[in-house]
């Protein structure tokens, strides 16, 4: 049986490995922050702007945000498919809270590029 890749149906195993994926970008861009709250002894505004100035964090932030919304994306199917039995109302929820999570990462794209 052939499958088409660029079909937007997903198995489980895809689902498996992109939650990984995404939670390896998330857990990598919190450590990093972490340890530069930790390292740095005061942060002002000119830190903070100089930490998001630089392109390559411009890049991982950017990265964090779309594995953010790829790990809610799963995470939502996955509850409102266990937990929401009527189809209609399912739908409805998972278009609004994808359009949210979108809109998140636009907006997140607006802050970070106009540093």
Same mark, same amino acid.
């Given at each position: 049986?052939?499958?088409?890749?660029?079909?937007?149906?997903?198995?489980?195993?895809?689902?498996?490995?992109?939650?990984?994926?995404?939670?390896?970008?998330?857990?990598?861009?919190?450590?990093?922050?972490?340890?530069?709250?930790?390292?740095?002894?005061?942060?002002?505004?000119?830190?903070?702007?100089?930490?998001?100035?630089?392109?390559?964090?411009?890049?991982?932030?950017?990265?964090?945000? +779309?594995?953010?919304?790829?790990?809610?994306?799963?995470?939502?199917?996955?509850?409102?498919?266990?937990?929401?039995?009527?189809?209609?109302?399912?739908?409805?929820?998972?278009?609004?809270?994808?359009?949210?999570?979108?809109?998140?990462?636009?907006?997140?794209?607006? +802050?970070?590029?106009?540093?």
């Amino acid at each position: 049986m052939v499958t088409n890749q660029a079909s937007i149906k997903r198995d489980g195993v895809q689902d498996y490995v992109s939650l990984r994926a995404t939670a390896a970008i998330i857990t990598a861009f919190t450590l990093y922050l972490a340890w530069f709250f930790i390292t740095t002894d005061n942060i002002t505004f000119e830190v903070w702007q100089g930490l998001f100035s630089s392109i390559g964090m411009k890049v991982f932030t950017l990265a964090a945000l +779309v594995a953010i919304m790829i790990h809610v994306r799963i995470g939502l199917w996955q509850v409102l498919t266990d937990y929401v039995k009527p189809t209609g109302l399912r739908a409805t929820l998972q278009y609004v809270l994808n359009i949210i999570a979108f809109v998140y990462v636009a907006v997140g794209l607006f +802050v970070l590029w106009g540093v």
